[in-house]
């Protein structure tokens, strides 16, 4: 039985794009125009939580920081793609097997190649 996709089948999918998109337009355009738009000195001053503010919010912060949450999202997005196999592991068979084991095999390159580079030692 071949399937064919028709047009129609696709209305409830553009039915819900456009239901939320409606949503996000009328709320952004209740909120700017039921609110209120009283400006005061304190209104617009940054709101530290009770804390005088110091220093520059500029202030430099290390590169290792940024690097650790970077390669963090890259691993988890990596584990992601395990899931669809897990799911159809015993339909993929053996191809599905040394494909997952090469694609680990190349997640775990990355890994090492990240701790000899030391980007995970702090100091």
């Known amino acids: 039985m071949e399937s064919s996709f028709l047009p129609s089948d696709y209305f409830p999918i553009i039915l819900q794009f456009i239901a939320a998109l ?40 290390s590169i290792k920081y940024f690097l650790v ?29 040394m494909e997952m084991f090469v694609f680990i095999g190349l997640l775990l390159a990355g890994f090492v190649y990240v701790i000899k580079k030391g980007a995970l030692d702090w100091e």
């Open 22 to 61: 409606g949503f996000v337009g009328v709320t952004m355009l209740a909120t700017h125009f039921i609110g209120p738009k009283r400006k005061t000195k304190d209104k617009l001053e940054n709101f530290e939580c009770g804390i005088e503010q110091q220093g520059d919010a500029r202030s430099p912060i």
């Open 69 to 97: 949450a970077i390669l963090f999202v890259l691993f988890d997005v990596e584990v992601i793609f395990m899931y669809p196999w897990a799911v159809n592991f015993r339909e993929m068979g053996m191809q599905g097997l």
